[in-house]
């Protein structure tokens, strides 16, 4: 082989040049900027104080819906009381157990005397 078939199969290499570079400096800035982070702080805080309302709110209302529901079972329980001292008043004022009463305490009828009372 000749050399200048060796001069080919190497691979050629360019000169290096000298070229200055000038060296700069880099500024370099954060990508999030101190008022992005300030207003980021501020909407978390503003979620977070919103979620703490939020909630405290609804354990208020659920607290008043227990007392409404207490207080309703409560005036059921009135009413049914209520409707069964209005049955035995029914039935203690029959106009048959007065007279029999009446009759035991040795009272008489007295029809001059006896006055109508009228409900309105």
Same mark, same amino acid.
């Given at each position: =082989?000749? #050399?200048l078939a060796r001069k080919q199969q190497q691979p050629y290499i360019q000169p290096k040049t000298n070229i200055e570079k000038q060296a700069?400096?880099?500024?370099?800035?954060?990508?999030i900027t101190l008022g992005e982070k300030l207003l980021a702080g501020l909407a978390?805080?503003?979620?977070?104080? =919103?979620a703490i309302k939020v909630i405290s709110t609804q354990a208020a209302?659920?607290?008043v819906n227990?007392?409404?529901? +207490?207080?309703?079972?409560?005036?059921?329980?009135? +009413? +049914?009381?209520n409707a069964d001292l209005e049955m035995q008043v029914?039935?203690?004022s029959?106009?048959?157990?007065? +007279?029999?009463i009446a009759k035991e305490?040795?009272?008489? =009828? #007295?029809d001059n005397n006896v006055k109508g009372v009228y409900e309105k």
């Open positions: =082989m000749s #050399n700069r400096t880099v500024h370099k800035r954060s990508q978390i805080a503003f979620v977070c104080f =919103m209302v659920y607290q227990k007392d409404i529901q +207490k207080l309703e079972s409560s005036i059921q329980d009135k +009413k +049914k009381v029914s039935d203690l029959r106009y048959d157990r007065i +007279k029999k305490l040795g009272l008489k =009828m #007295n």
